[in-house]
Structure formats: structure tokens, C-alpha cells
């Protein structure tokens, strides 16, 4: 048996500590602290009284101290929680990633690597964010990685307008993504192209999820010109992320390698469960005070 709050112990004292600190009553009836030479000099009844009295105080203080003991082994399961913000906008739908020897869709190549890497990711939670023109919440957090991949396979480009409101995407991500526990907080941000649209730059989204604990891996998609890779660098920077810039379907893959080893997947542990003691102390202090209040209550009456 242990004790989460062992200190208490140290109020065991008190009540012989406040009749010798404190001033006597001037008169009148008063509650009357017992101590050792007062029950010693009293008769057998008054004596057991003083030390039920004592026992009491002191089986308030052990339930005070909330005594455990423990139990069984029980599976505990760790890992990441994560979203993944997809760029859908129209841009994503530009034929020039590599895939072996031919051009593919940016969005095809990409959203079937993402779906590969969800399957890695058993025990975590997942969601799904999309963003274009605005940025919605398409798949809230969930375990049913199942349900995260579907959703993935079926979004298309222009899904959510041309423009592409990166600040605004990484903002709604950190929105749900505070919800989970410290050190389990994961953005993965699929983009081709700069922040066109929405109301918040990248690099205040950046701030913000950096003040949330939130990590950023981004990865650029395609040949283009049109990525801002110096913001995208810095805002993984700030929050303890990576940044990959990907023209074929190798990089992309290679980045989603990388996420894995930064951002375990969930592991099973085990934890030894605690069984709170201290209603058993608590009831017979209880009891013990009712049964000196009545006696003492009988006497008075008597």
C-alpha cells in the first residue's frame, strides 16, 4: 500500500499543537481536545473516549493521505494524433510529378502516398482537413483510419475553389488538433502552391500552432514556382516539423518515411491501476465522531 499525499501525515500533530498554541476559553461550554494526562487521570470510560478520539483524528488524516493499493496490469496505448491537410485546390489537378517514367496528377500521386501512410498508422487518431479557395474540416479526429483513407481517395481537385488558403487550413487544423494531449499533436500539410486566400497568413498560423504544441511536417508538391518554400521551411522550423519539396512520387514517399520515424505510431504499454483506499478510513472516522457526538450528547442530557 502507498500513499498519494504522504505530507498530511504531518497534520497528525495538530490538535495538541492548537490547545497549546491557543488562548483558553473564557467560559462557557467548549470543545474539549483530550491529551494523554487528562485520559490517564479520568476513569476507564473517559479514557477510551479520549483515545476513540484520537484513533479518529487519525484515520481522517490516513484517508486524507488517500491510501492505494495496486492492481492489475492494464494496456495503456501511446502515440500521435494527427490531421492532414490536403491542398485540393485547382493547381493540385497540373500533370507533372513523376511517377517511374511518367507525368501523373499531383493530387493522384500525392493522395495515394497519404493513404499508404494512414495504413502505418494504426492506434493513432486521424483527421482529415481539405483546403482551397477556404479550408473545411472534411473528417473530424477518429480512430477509423478506414474512414480517413475513404474520405481521402474521394476528394478532387477544385473541391474547394481555385485559390489556396494555406494560413486559414493550418488554423482549423490546430483548432481540433489542441483538443488532444500535449506531445500527440501532428499537422501533415500536402500543398503546391502560396497563400492565395482566407483571412490569416501562414506565419501567424505558424505562431499559433506553435503556441499549441502542434508539429508541422509540410511537403511541396510539384515543379512549379508558385510554392513559397521559405515560408513553408520556417513555420516547420518554429514548431519542431520537416519540410520535403517533392517533384516526383519517391520524395513524396521519402517525406511520409520521415513523418514515421519523427512521429511514432502508436505503441502498446502496460500501467499498474490504482485502487483508492480512502473511503475505508473516512467511514470509521466518521462513525467513531457520530458515536463520541451522541455519547457525549446522552451525558449532556443525562
Known amino acids: 500500500m502507498s500513499f498519494a499525499w504522504p505530507w498530511l501525515f504531518l497534520a497528525l500533530p495538530l490538535p495538541w499543537a492548537l490547545r497549546l498554541l491557543l488562548p483558553p476559553p473564557e467560559g462557557g461550554p467548549a470543545l474539549r481536545i483530550p ?13 477510551t473516549q479520549g483515545w ?9 488524516v490516513t484517508a486524507a493521505a488517500r491510501p492505494q493499493m495496486p492492481g492489475d496490469l492494464l494496456p495503456v496505448r501511446g502515440g500521435s494524433g494527427m490531421i492532414i491537410a490536403f491542398d485540393v485546390s485547382s493547381s493540385m489537378s497540373v500533370i507533372d510529378l513523376k511517377q517511374g517514367d511518367k ?14 501512410f494512414l495504413a502505418r498508422r494504426q492506434g493513432d487518431r486521424a483527421g482529415l482537413v481539405v483546403f482551397g ?5 472534411h473528417t473530424p479526429l ?7 483513407r475513404a474520405a481521402l481517395a474521394s476528394v478532387q481537385a477544385g473541391l474547394a475553389g481555385r485559390e489556396t488558403a494555406l494560413g486559414d487550413a493550418i488554423a482549423l487544423s490546430v483548432k481540433y488538433l489542441k483538443e488532444l494531449p500535449e506531445n500527440a499533436r501532428v499537422l501533415v500539410l500536402l500543398t503546391d502552391g502560396a497563400n492565395t486566400a482566407g483571412t490569416l497568413a501562414p506565419g501567424r498560423a505558424a505562431w499559433l500552432a506553435r503556441r499549441e504544441g502542434v508539429r508541422i511536417h509540410a511537403v511541396g508538391v510539384g515543379s512549379g514556382e508558385g510554392l513559397q518554400e521559405t515560408v513553408l521551411k520556417d513555420m516547420t522550423v518554429q514548431t519542431g516539423g520537416s519540410y520535403v519539396r517533392a517533384t516526383d512520387s519517391r520524395a513524396i514517399a521519402a517525406f511520409f518515411d520521415g513523418v514515421q520515424r519523427a ?3 502508436a505503441r ?5 491501476a490504482l485502487s483508492e ?6 467511514a470509521l472516522a466518521c462513525l467513531l465522531a457520530a458515536g463520541l457526538a451522541w455519547h457525549h450528547r446522552r451525558e449532556a442530557m443525562a
Open 52 to 60: 476513540l478520539a484520537v484513533l479518529a483524528w487519525l484515520l481522517l
Open 263 to 265: 512521429e511514432p505510431a
Open 103 to 116: 507525368a501523373v496528377e499531383r493530387l493522384h500521386a500525392a493522395r495515394a502516398l497519404a493513404g499508404d
Open 35 to 47: 491529551r494523554l494526562p487528562d485520559t490517564v487521570a479520568q476513569g476507564p470510560r473517559a479514557r
Open 277 to 282: 483506499l480512502y473511503a475505508w478510513p473516512l
Open 142 to 148: 477518429t480512430h477509423d483510419l478506414h474512414a480517413v
Open 268 to 272: 502498446e504499454s502496460e500501467a499498474r
Open 133 to 137: 479557395a477556404q479550408a473545411y474540416l
